[in-house]
């Protein structure tokens, strides 16, 4: 059995997971899973030219389910060996596929300079850039009603600071976080800021620093691959017309509105 992800775009790690994979490569069979099921995301991706492209067909959620015991993606099987979470399985494909060096660099230093990124990442670029998503698109499209305005502005203040950081701190004037060459760090940062610009919140346009570092990675990883696997997120507005299952959206309501209290 050959190597199989449990991916949905819409996830910033699985794209992660999916650029990295695709740039370097690597073959694997694409399982489609849907974050919110049928009911929500309505419509699969459109079938690619081949096996590594997301294919049209059932979602793999159950499949994933079975993979992961966080029942979550991505999740990765390669025979009969599973394995959760982004960082590990970036860093798991990095080591069996010998991807280039600079990806997550042997000069200890540097490869440490990745994993003072990765853990940064979570507790603020992670912690901001995706509740922009949830507030403009997600979170009426289940309650039925926006939120505040003021919620948006909270969020995007403390991702302005989080962006404020990762500029004066981690990328300053280099091309990418660890130098003149791309790592896991600038892959699993551009997948987390491309949230916002999917819903209209472009926070790249008065950071030229920050567009540049943007446009430098779109060109490491390839810019047709870029955008093929982000096609969803930046048209993610077409959300709002999907018909939901009214059971699904009495459980996951609260849920959402839990997470940005």
């Known amino acids: ?13 699985c ?59 991505p999740a990765l099987k390669d025979g009969d060996f599973t394995l959760a979470e982004c960082t590990a399985i970036l860093l798991y494909l990095s080591r069996k596929y010998n991807t280039p060096d600079h990806w997550y660099p042997s000069d200890i230093q540097k490869r440490a300079q990745v994993d003072e990124y990765l853990s940064w990442h979570h507790a603020n670029i992670r912690a901001n850039a995706p509740k922009t998503m949830w507030i403009k698109v997600l979170i009426p499209l289940f309650t039925g009603q926006p939120l505040p305005s003021e919620k948006l502005q909270e969020v995007m203040e403390g991702l302005s600071a989080s962006l404020k950081q990762f500029e004066e701190r981690f990328l300053q004037d280099k091309a990418f976080i660890i130098g003149s060459e791309i790592s896991l760090a600038d892959l699993v940062a551009i997948v987390e800021l491309m949230q916002p610009v999917g819903v ?54 609260p849920v959402l509105m839990k997470m940005l209290k």
Not at 1 to 13: A, H, I, R, T, V
């Open 1 to 13: 059995m050959g190597l199989e992800l449990y991916l949905d775009l819409l996830s910033q790690p």
């Open 15 to 73: 794209r992660s997971i999916y650029i990295f994979a695709r740039s370097n490569n690597i073959p694997f069979e694409f399982k489609h899973v849907e974050l919110f099921k049928d009911s929500v995301l309505g419509k699969k991706p459109a079938a690619g030219s081949g096996a590594e492209q997301p294919r049209a067909g059932p979602s793999n959620s159950e499949g994933a389910g079975k993979v992961s015991l966080l029942k979550k993606v």
């Open 200 to 253: 209209g919140c472009d926070i790249f346009e008065d950071r030229p620093r920050l567009k540049e570092w943007r446009r430098r990675v779109e060109d490491a990883v390839g810019k047709e691959l870029f955008f093929q696997a982000h096609e969803m997120i930046l048209n993610i507005k077409e959300l709002s017309n999907i018909q939901i299952d009214p059971q699904l959206k009495e459980h996951l309501a």
